[in-house]
């Protein structure tokens, strides 16, 4: 088993570390406090090609492998979780569903905007009564001729209102169940489509969540995605490689907490002596570090998964459940050894411990994973 | 048009640390770098490129691993790259890498070269001028502000207290300060292309019509006798409002005052 990058995912990674430090953490606290859009990282994502990492060339991608397009999110999200979450949203959640089951006219109209990011994509299949039992859906979808008409409303939905396109899921057929949700590629124009209220969270201040209105909207026929009835199974395998995603930032919150907290108790003296001259912070320290390496193990090894096998499900569900958890403990552990200092908006660790919460829940929550994994192991 | 910028692999001596007992450099683990002269060299290239449509080859001399920066070079949108590179050339102080150097471009066409101006590991500025010597083309050293104009190249050429407005026609050699302009970032997949699709020319000492004697250690006549920091001297004495004659007379008295004359 090889444990190595390869020169090239080597040199990505500098290239990723070294743009997050220069281009992004600036910004980081601003955005946050600010509660706005990292526009900037936006601007610069597209200039720079990071936004089709893991994408065929064909389609505009820059035609890397999965593992460097992961690891790109782990650096931006070291620094700023909140930009990683827009990179994360738009290319897992909003662009691949499209190559994998878009027709060769959805592939040509979609993919080349949405990967040299002239178009930022989203997600939407949260509703207000369809959270983890997402197969609840409400938001219906009816043929009328040569257009569905989509009625209903989506919430939580990352990069609402900034997004160019979303993939939409609703509900064509009822009596069904799970196999009655379709698929919809909704662009930000169509009629009937407007996005609702903001919410304002615990962390990730800077992403934008937002509610989907669907007011007779009217959604040409050409862009269902996939058959009618599959939207289920769009959803889930879609949610696989956000899943993964989602692991890739919690492990980049995890590390850029604990590069922090390394500086920290280098420099902060109590009785006489830095903090890192403790035995406790030396063992917290051994802890934490560890528990990021593993957490990384399983990262990039889903992320191997998801390019070489048909089924990365539960390799997806083990990473973000252990990379979720890793990444809130170490935060909390990290702003501990802070003190008093580590409370406040002073230092990172305050706006990292509050970011870490959220790949707890978001793409599935940790109990969700849970149910996956053992799913499997049970049957 | 077509352009060869020539960059050299060096350590990042932000990441040098001193081994605290011998006072010598620790070189391990450092990670190498394209020199900050010849990546803003690269730049003003790849700038021309894009607004007045160029080939850009970047080529270097030095070990196998001097491969990752070309490599690199390439993911900023370099076109080609040459890595010229033989045990022969090994020991090269100024003189024979500029003859070596000189000896390589002398294979490929070129309308403009550029060099920066120096390495951070050497720091003598000497190789770009000399390439230039070596191929009886003109040079215009610490380039700040770059002009093509058809045939022609205008520019600001930046010293301590004044700029010089220079303009030559192409060929020619320009050497490049760090302060021309913030280089662009690679791209992922400039990377996977530079590593994946693009090969590297390698040059050796065979494909060179040198002398032995004129490369590699054999061919360098600087003898290093020893490398060390120059302290500041303190600030000179300014005397104006002379005439030349007394001018000159208060310099002799000055020289033979420290017995210098």
């Given amino acids: ?379 | 048009m077509n352009i060869v910028v020539c960059i050299k692999q060096v350590p990042n001596t932000n990441e040098v640390k001193l081994d605290p007992k011998t006072g010598t450099l620790i070189r391990e683990g450092v990670p190498s770098i394209i020199n900050p002269d010849d990546k803003a060299g690269l730049e003003a290239a790849l700038r021309l490129k894009d607004t007045n449509g160029a080939h850009v080859t970047v080529l270097s001399m030095g070990p196998p691993q001097a491969e990752t920066a070309l490599r690199e070079a390439l993911a900023m949108g370099a076109d080609d790259a040459i890595l010229v590179t033989d045990r022969a050339f090994g020991g090269a102080d100024t003189w024979a890498t500029a003859h070596t150097i000189a000896a390589a471009l002398k294979t490929i066409p070129y309308d403009l070269i550029i060099t920066g101006r120096q390495a951070i590991d050497g720091d003598t500025a000497q190789v770009g001028p000399q390439i230039a010597e070596n191929l009886h083309i003109p040079n215009i050293s610490y380039a700040e502000e770059i002009k093509v104009e058809g045939d022609y190249i205008t520019v600001k050429r930046q010293f301590e207290d004044r700029y010089h407005i220079v303009k030559a026609k192409m060929p020619c050699l320009i050497t490049a300060l760090s302060e021309l302009n913030e280089p662009r970032y690679m791209t992922p997949g400039g990377i996977f292309d530079a590593y994946r699709e693009k090969k590297i020319k390698i040059v050796t000492r065979k494909d060179l019509d040198v002398k032995d004697g004129d490369i590699g250690l054999k061919g360098s006549p600087t003898r290093v006798i020893k490398t060390f920091t120059k302290s500041p001297k303190a600030a000179g004495t300014l005397v104006s409002n002379l005439d030349p004659q007394e001018a000159a007379d208060y310099m002799l008295e000055k020289l033979q005052e420290k017995f210098i004359i």
């Fill in chain 1, 1 to 379: 088993m090889d444990f190595t990058l390869s020169k090239e995912q080597e040199m990505a990674r500098t290239l990723f570390r070294d743009f997050a430090e220069k281009e992004v953490k600036p910004l980081a606290q601003e955005i946050d406090e600010e509660e706005r859009f990292p526009t900037e990282a936006l601007e610069k994502f597209r200039k720079y090609k990071f936004m089709g990492i893991p994408y065929p060339k064909e389609y505009g991608g820059a035609g890397c492998d999965m593992l460097t397009y992961e690891m790109c999110i782990e650096e931006m999200a070291k620094v700023c979780a909140t930009t990683s979450t827009m990179l994360s949203a738009h290319t897992s959640l909003g662009t691949w569903p499209i190559l994998k089951y878009g027709t060769p006219e959805q592939k040509a109209k979609y993919l080349p905007k949405l990967c040299t990011g002239e178009y930022l994509g989203a997600f939407a299949l949260t509703e207000p009564n369809a959270g983890t039992d997402s197969s609840a859906q409400q938001t219906k979808a009816v043929l009328d001729g040569d257009h569905y008409v989509l009625n209903g409303n989506k919430i939580f939905i990352t990069n609402a209102g900034y997004a160019d396109t979303y993939i939409v899921f609703a509900m064509t057929d009822k009596s069904k169940g799970n196999h009655g949700i379709s698929a919809f590629i909704v662009e930000k124009n169509f009629p009937g489509f407007s996005v609702g209220k903001k919410e304002k969270k615990m962390g990730i201040h800077g992403s934008s969540t937002c509610e989907l209105i669907f007011e007779n909207c009217i959604v040409p026929k050409e862009n269902l995605l996939g058959q009618e009835g599959k939207g289920f199974v769009i959803a889930m395998t879609t949610l696989d490689g956000g899943r993964i995603g989602v692991a890739a930032q919690a492990v980049g919150i995890a590390e850029g907490a604990l590069e922090e907290t390394i500086k920290y108790v280098r420099e902060r003296k109590q009785f006489g002596r830095p903090l890192s001259k403790f035995q406790n912070t030396q063992f917290e320290i051994a802890d934490m570090m560890t528990k990021v390496k593993a957490a990384q193990l399983l990262l990039y090894r889903a992320a191997k998964a998801k390019e070489t096998q048909k089924s990365c499900t539960q390799e997806a569900a083990m990473a973000k459940l252990y990379c979720a958890s890793t990444a809130m403990d170490v935060t909390t552990r990290c702003v501990q050894l802070h003190g008093g200092y580590g409370y406040t908006r002073e230092y990172p660790v305050e706006r990292m411990m509050r970011d870490a919460k959220i790949t707890e829940i978001y793409e599935g929550t940790s109990e969700v994973q849970k149910m996956v994994i053992s799913k499997a192991a049970l049957k």
